[in-house]
């Protein structure tokens, strides 16, 4: 019995998830890409399109991410060597 319990309680927790998802965006992606296509190169000055966009609008997003991921690998780096100190 105790080992159903969390199974019930993880799909319940997938229903409310999936039944709060709103999937009626109205193809906000379009509008985005026109707007990338009309003013990238006059408003960043930049060489290409996907050069603006790579540096000057999402720079934020992925430096957001590769600190993520450095604090990720940070983590598990002290994770293990911790346990592979705790074995000496």
Do not use: C
């Given at each position: 019995?105790?080992?159903?319990?969390?199974?019930?309680?993880?799909?319940?927790?997938?229903?409310?998830?999936?039944?709060?998802?709103?999937?009626?965006?109205?193809?906000?992606?379009?509008?985005?890409?026109?707007?990338?296509?009309?003013?990238?190169?006059?408003?960043?000055?930049?060489?290409?399109?996907?050069?603006?966009?790579?540096?000057?609008?999402?720079?934020?997003?992925?430096?957001?991410?590769?600190?993520v991921?450095?604090?990720?690998?940070?983590?598990?780096?002290?994770?293990?060597?911790?346990?592979?100190?705790?074995?000496?």
């Amino acid at each position: 019995m105790k080992k159903i319990i969390p199974v019930f309680v993880l799909i319940a927790l997938g229903v409310i998830l999936l039944s709060s998802i709103n999937f009626d965006y109205g193809n906000p992606g379009a509008r985005v890409s026109d707007y990338y296509v009309k003013h990238a190169l006059a408003q960043t000055g930049a060489l290409n399109i996907i050069t603006a966009i790579y540096l000057n609008y999402r720079a934020f997003d992925t430096l957001g991410e590769a600190t993520v991921f450095f604090a990720t690998a940070l983590g598990v780096f002290m994770l293990l060597r911790k346990k592979e100190e705790e074995g000496r």
